[in-house]
Each structure stands twice: as C-alpha cells, then as structure tokens.
C-alpha cells in the first residue's frame, strides 16, 4: 500500500508535524507516516525520523511515547476526512492524501 499524493502520485510515506499531539514540545519535528495492509485494512504507524533521533534524547523525550500519540493522531485523521494535516515529503503539499489499494 501507497500514499497518493494529488501532485504527485504515489509516495511511500507522508509526513505530519509534531505540533498535533506535542504542542510546543515537537512543533516542526515531522513524523514519518507509513501504511501497511493489516487485516484487510490499512494501519497507520508514525516513527520519528532519524535525522530528529538526537532531539529527543537530547532532551530525554521519550521517543516510543510520542510515536505512539502520533499513530493514533494519524489514524484519526484518517477516518475523519482524508488526511489534510499530512504532508507531501516531495512537494510538501497537504493536499488530501489517498491510499492505494
Ligand atoms: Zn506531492
């Protein structure tokens, strides 16, 4: 399975900021979304990128606990209506994202 980008087309991952589920903690830290069939539907999971690795431990916030607030941020995001606060990482766009069969 595959984001659909509106610009681009399929992209393997799309990218949602911190800020959601963070606040001021992780604005502009964005999490790398990824989906992959489960089940026979799609599952979200968030992980921090490595590149944002050493601002977490640097700061000893946890990096499991905000992955997992991130995922369920993202899943909702999901079923409510498309997917708006996730962004493009090619054109950075946050056009509605659709997921491929
Ligand atoms: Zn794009």
């Keep these: ?3 659909i980008c509106q610009n681009c087309g399929e992209v393997d ?3 949602m900021d911190g800020y ?3 606040d001021r903690l992780l604005e502009g830290v964005m ?3 990824t989906v992959k069939k ?3 539907q799609e599952t979200l999971t968030a992980h ?3 590149q944002d690795k050493s601002y977490f431990t640097d700061n000893h916030i946890s990096i499991k606990k905000w992955e997992k607030e991130m995922t369920e941020d993202a899943k909702l995001s ?3 209506d ?3 606060m996730m962004y493009c990482p090619k054109c950075n766009d946050n056009q509605v994202i659709d997921i491929t069969e």
Excluded: N, Y
Aim: with cysteine; aromatic share 12%; proline share 0%.
């Design 1 to 3: 399975m595959k984001f």
């Design 48 to 50: 921090v990128q490595d």
């Design 31 to 33: 999490f790398k979304i």
């Design 38 to 40: 489960e089940k026979f």
């Design 82 to 84: 498309g997917c708006c």
């Design 78 to 80: 999901m079923d409510e």
């Design 20 to 22: 959601d589920v963070g």
């Design 13 to 15: 991952h799309v990218l």
